[in-house]
Nanobody
Framework: QVELVESGGGSVQAGGSLRLSCAAS????????MGWFRQAPGKEREGVAV???????TYADSVKGRFTISQDNAKNTLYLQMNSLKPEDTAMYYC?????????????????WGQGTQVTVSS
């Protein structure tokens, strides 16, 4: 059974930084796509950043240059370093994983999800 547990969310002022972590268990970590998604109230869940088993990354245009996705295979942990945070980054952030031909797919294609961690950015 795949289990994903996020941590690291919180409240920060605009311009601040946060680092999210996602501890993964229950699968062969290196063979999965993994990603960070977010959902603000009243909005659809959207992709933030994904990483494949080769370490290739893709970012949403809205976070390019500010967010960095990375993984520690030894710890089976996925990270999202978020810098220069903006109020529009406020959302529940979710970690997701699945075995996919392409990691850059809608959130509905990912079957394994964490419980989410809230990020709130004040102006």
């Amino acid at each position: 059974q795949v289990e994903l547990v996020e941590s690291g969310g919180g409240s920060v002022q605009a311009g601040g930084s946060l680092r999210l972590s996602c501890a993964a268990s229950g699968y062969t970590y290196s063979s999965y796509c993994m990603g960070w998604f977010r959902q603000a109230p009243g909005k659809e869940r959207e992709g933030v950043a994904v990483i494949d088993s080769d370490g290739s990354t893709t970012y949403a245009d809205s976070v390019k240059g500010r967010f960095t996705i990375s993984q520690d295979n030894a710890k089976n942990t996925l990270y999202l370093q978020m810098n220069s945070l903006k109020p529009e980054d406020t959302a529940m952030y979710y970690c997701a994983a699945d075995v996919l031909t392409s990691c850059v797919v809608p959130a509905t294609r990912y079957h394994y999800w964490g419980q989410g961690t809230q990020v709130t950015v004040s102006s």
